[in-house]
């Protein structure tokens, strides 16, 4: 028996090796560059203070040191004629799963959705892996920032920004988190739900309790860690979830409440208004039924997909296209989301739809660079190019939102990343085969 198990694991051994002798060239994307770098000659669209013709942008140590149409070049600098192109701020995602999920139908490699139903300690940014495959595919097609939010449960876990470049989560980490909740739903799962409202209103009440119960108990122990800050004779039990929720019950990180049917949105604001509570609105899929209260509440808001099904089959088509740009109409700050793992590169197509449906090219521009940058509390460092912010930009040779348009140079933290990734090493593999088969 033992000899069969050692022939067993001498086959597998030779087997892997095999394996990775045969891994094609396109494992591995190119590296990134960082220096000084002078992009000339272009079209520079700062989103906050207007366009800037035929200008120059410098970037040194990460940063936009200088913008405009007279800036001196150092000595040294790597020129990038940028004729012809134009220069806009790296979009940002706000909402994903990047980085945590590789195969959605292996488990082993999902990680976004742990067990349990409170658990605000499930940190994306350790769960997010920054060698995943889609990391790449996303950036060079303009995206250089995600939010990457953990799923399931009434509290999935506690939320990250990131940028998309770098070796360790730490060292993509953006400078915001906050903490996912999914506010309890009145409406139904989808078209298999077949509970009574009745039992729909049951189970509402009983998720609502839930979250009650969970937020007071997250009260309770803020003041016993405060306490004990001032008398050491009290030793809290430690709990990781609560521990969790400190920052949040002080305001430090806010929630990010997904609430969608309009009905829960407008219960969602008299929760939050009721427990104080420093929250951004993240799905609000009807949020142009009730955008009105939404706007008046004062909160800020994160919609998408764009491109998605209407809720209700009596809704026209374009009602998921037009919701953006209604809530903005009405007042309301809104950024865009993907909500995906693998197409979070089509988020500048998202913004496209909003912009068409109602939205507008520039406030759909905003909405995927300088309004997520607000809403987390970034806006010093990314969503517009300006002197002293992260050197987070993209070339393009058109309109970003329009397919046929090209990301032609990319740069995150000053970081002069490659337009490369497994997409484009495939298309180029299977463009011009050889060997090829033999008629």
Same mark, same amino acid.
């Given at each position: ?6 022939k067993?694991i001498r086959?597998?051994?030779? #087997? ?6 045969i +891994? ?11 220096g000084?770098?002078? =992009?000339?000659n #272009?079209?520079?669209?700062?989103v ?6 035929n200008g120059? =942008?410098?970037?040194q140590d990460?940063k ?6 007279? &800036? *001196?070049?150092p000595?040294g600098?790597?020129t ?5 192109h134009?220069? @806009?701020?790296? $979009? ?5 799963r990047?980085?945590m999920?590789?195969?959605?139908a292996?488990?082993?490699t &999902?990680?976004?959705n ?7 300690h499930?940190?994306?940014l350790?769960?997010? %892996?920054?060698?995943?495959v ?6 060079v ?11 399931g449960?009434l $509290? ?7 940028? =998309?470049?770098?070796?360790?989560? %730490?060292?993509? @980490?953006?400078?915001?988190?906050? +903490?996912?909740?999914? @506010? ?8 298999? *739900?077949?509970?009574?409202?009745? /039992? ?19 009260l ?10 001032f *008398? ?10 609560m521990?969790?929720m ?5 305001? !430090?990180?806010?929630?990010l409440l ?5 009905? /829960? ?5 008299k929760?939050?208004?009721?427990? %104080? ?30 491109q ?11 009602r998921?296209?037009?919701? #953006?740009?209604a809530?903005?109409k009405?007042?309301?700050? &809104? #950024?865009?989301r993907?909500? *995906?793992s693998? %197409? ?9 739809f ?6 507008? !090219? ?5 909405a995927?660079?300088?309004n ?9 460092? =990314? ?11 993209? +070339? ?25 990734s ?11 085969r ?5 008629k």
């Open positions: 028996m033992k000899n069969k198990f050692k067993i086959y597998l051994g030779v #087997a892997f090796l095999c394996m990775g002798l +891994v094609p060239n396109y494992a591995q994307v190119a590296k990134s560059n960082q000084t770098f002078a =992009l000339t #272009a079209t520079i669209v700062t906050t203070k207007g366009t800037i013709n120059t =942008l410098l970037i990460g936009i040191t200088a913008l405009g149409t007279s &800036v *001196d070049i000595s600098a790597t990038v004629d940028c004729s012809g134009s220069i @806009y701020p790296g $979009m940002i995602d706000g909402g994903t990047l980085g999920a590789e195969v959605n292996v488990s082993l &999902v990680d976004h742990e067990v349990g139903n409170i658990k605000p499930m940190q994306a350790t769960a997010v %892996n920054p060698n995943n889609a990391i790449p595919v996303t950036r097609n303009g995206v250089t920032t995600a939010l990457s939010v953990p799923t449960g $509290m999935p876990g506690t939320a990250a920004l990131i940028n =998309l470049v770098g070796y360790t989560p %730490n060292q993509m @980490y953006a400078g915001f988190k906050g +903490v996912a909740i999914n @506010y309890p739903s009145s409406g139904r799962r989808g078209r298999w *739900d077949r509970r009574s409202d009745e /039992d729909r209103k049951k189970e509402e009440e009983k998720k609502l309790k839930e979250l009650n119960d969970a937020w007071e108990q997250a309770l122990y803020a003041k016993i860690d405060s306490a004990a800050q *008398d050491q004779s009290i030793r809290p039990e430690y709990n990781p979830q521990e969790a400190l920052p949040v019950v002080r305001g !430090k990180f806010p929630v997904e609430v969608n049917k309009d009905k /829960d949105i407008e219960s969602a604001i929760w939050v208004e009721k427990n %104080n509570v420093k929250v951004i609105f993240t799905g609000v899929a009807e949020g142009w039924r009730v955008a009105d209260k939404i706007a008046k509440a004062g909160i800020p808001v994160i919609t998408g997909p764009v998605s099904m209407p809720t209700r089959p009596s809704d026209k088509y374009d998921p296209y037009a919701n #953006a740009g809530m903005h009405a007042g309301v700050k &809104v #950024a865009l993907t909500n *995906d693998e %197409n979070v590169r089509n988020l500048p197509f998202h913004a496209g909003a912009a068409a449906y109602g939205m507008g !090219k520039e406030e759909a521009l905003k995927v660079t300088i997520p940058a607000e809403i987390f509390g970034v806006a010093d460092q =990314l969503g517009s190019l300006e002197v002293g912010k992260s050197a987070n930009l993209i +070339v393009t040779d058109g309109d970003p939102f329009e397919t046929k348009t090209q990301i032609k140079h990319l740069f995150i933290n000053g970081w002069q990343v490659p337009i490369d497994r997409h484009i090493q495939l298309y180029e593999e299977f463009l011009d050889s060997p090829g088969l033999k």
